[in-house]
């Protein structure tokens, strides 16, 4: 299904408009369309209720449906799948679906943008880059699907964007900004795309929009390569090797240090003053605070190190997050909300490692990573566990007296948990009770 053509804001004056999910984004979208005076025709999420302002919420099962068939333009939410059944049947009715940062992007400053997007990095990516911007003197806009909507109204005019974009995102774009970064590319969120081959043809096409100059993207991703064709025909390659003012970020990793470098390069790309001065970018640098649950130390209990890495949803980013411990005795915590994904490389990328390795898993894809374990990593020692506390002392009672306890989960929270945080602060609260 190809996304329709996005005629921006000031474009939906006069048209019968429904918002389409109301979490972050969707409130933002309710706000921006407010501030252009556009009257919103029905307001819908997967279950009704209120907003805070008292604005009813219609259900999409109980009246929402309705609504939204009978709107010109529909903006939906990025948790809405435009491959699901719901979404399917309101652009059957003739309903044009769209998506809020494609409407921002039709009628942004795109040659002083830059959109983030990959499957993992793509956070510490847009973070360093803002950094790093503001440490240059520039008035820089940081944000997306990290932080705040570029279209809020609550956002002042800046010299130059630094937009977080994921794949759900990256489906609804229809005008490209100068400057896109794809930081990775590996299996995830294949429920929400149907399939992998959807996944990476919808997170890549923001690369070939019209308007995109150059596509940033990391040497060293082999499936980045193996996918050259979608990254359209200006493809800026970025190397490892990195200069002095990479260590100056309090960042774990090898692959983190990769992300750096990619920050550094979208400025240059982009043409941010000082972008490309080793000194300038040093002392930039040091204005940089590292962003939760992404390999972020917790604390030490009897000489054993505790990581959480609560943002690891894939084998990508949990196999990167053991790499950033080599040598170390590892506990790897692993396994949440179950999307169908192979982890045969985890298994594969785990018996590579060698060392003192032990992972203890927990639900609900946690029964899924031991199997592929024993079947692909006999080597490799797993416990199954029923739940993160469990894990937690059990791993802290293998890993003492000096190694690492790592949440890196290759698996979203949902199901078990809200969201990542909570996942987050569940682990941490662990941390301290062995206390």
Not at 93 to 99: C, F, I, K, T
């Amino acid at each position: 299904m190809t996304p329709a053509r996005t005629p921006g804001w000031s474009g939906l004056r006069g048209l019968r408009v429904g918002v389409w999910g109301v979490g972050v984004e969707g409130r933002s979208t309710l706000r921006r369309l407010a501030a252009e005076g556009v009257e919103v025709a029905a307001v819908v999420d997967r279950e009704g209720g209120r907003l805070d302002d008292d604005r009813p919420v219609l259900g999409f099962g109980a009246g929402g449906f309705e609504a939204l068939v009978a709107c010109d333009v529909v903006v939906r939410s990025p948790g809405i799948s435009p491959y699901g059944a719901e979404s399917l049947s309101v652009a059957s009715a003739g309903v044009s679906v769209l998506g809020g940062l494609g409407l921002w992007l039709e009628s942004a400053p795109r040659s002083r943008v830059a959109c983030v997007t990959g499957t993992k990095g793509k956070s510490t990516t847009t973070a360093v880059a803002g950094a790093l911007a503001r440490g240059l003197g520039a008035g820089v806009f940081v944000g997306g699907n990290l932080g705040t909507p570029p279209w809020d109204p609550s956002q002042t005019p800046a010299d130059w964007y630094i937009v977080e974009v994921s794949s759900y995102q990256a489906y609804s774009v229809t005008a490209g900004p100068r400057v896109v970064a794809v930081t990775s590319l590996a299996q995830d969120h294949l429920t929400w795309h149907h399939g992998y081959d959807n996944y990476v043809r919808d997170k890549l096409s923001l690369c070939t929009r019209p308007g995109v100059e150059t596509v940033v993207v990391p040497a060293a991703d082999a499936e980045l390569t193996r996918h050259r064709s979608l990254l359209g025909p200006s493809v800026d390659l970025v190397g490892d090797a990195h200069p002095a003012w990479v260590d100056v970020l309090p960042l774990l990793g090898h692959h983190n240090r990769r992300n750096a470098l990619v920050a550094a390069r979208v400025l240059q790309r982009l043409g941010v003053p000082g972008a490309d001065d080793p000194a300038l970018l040093e002392k930039a640098a040091t204005s940089y605070e590292p962003l939760p649950s992404r390999l972020t130390p917790v604390g030490t209990v009897g000489g054993v190190d505790f990581v959480d890495d609560s943002l690891s949803t894939n084998a990508l980013a949990a196999l990167a997050a053991v790499s950033a411990f080599p040598g170390r005795r590892l506990a790897l915590l692993a396994g949440g909300d179950d999307r169908g994904i192979d982890y045969g490389p985890l298994a594969d990328g785990l018996a590579a490692r060698g060392g003192a390795l032990r992972v203890f898993t927990v639900p609900d894809s946690g029964p899924r990573i031991a199997a592929e374990l024993r079947s692909r990593a006999a080597e490799v020692d797993v416990v199954e566990c029923p739940d993160l506390v469990t894990a937690v002392g059990l791993a802290h009672a293998w890993a003492v007296p000096d190694g690492v306890v790592l949440l890196s989960p290759a698996a979203p929270s949902f199901g078990v948990f809200r969201d990542y945080r909570e996942r987050a602060e569940v682990f941490t609260r662990a941390v301290r009770e062995l206390t």
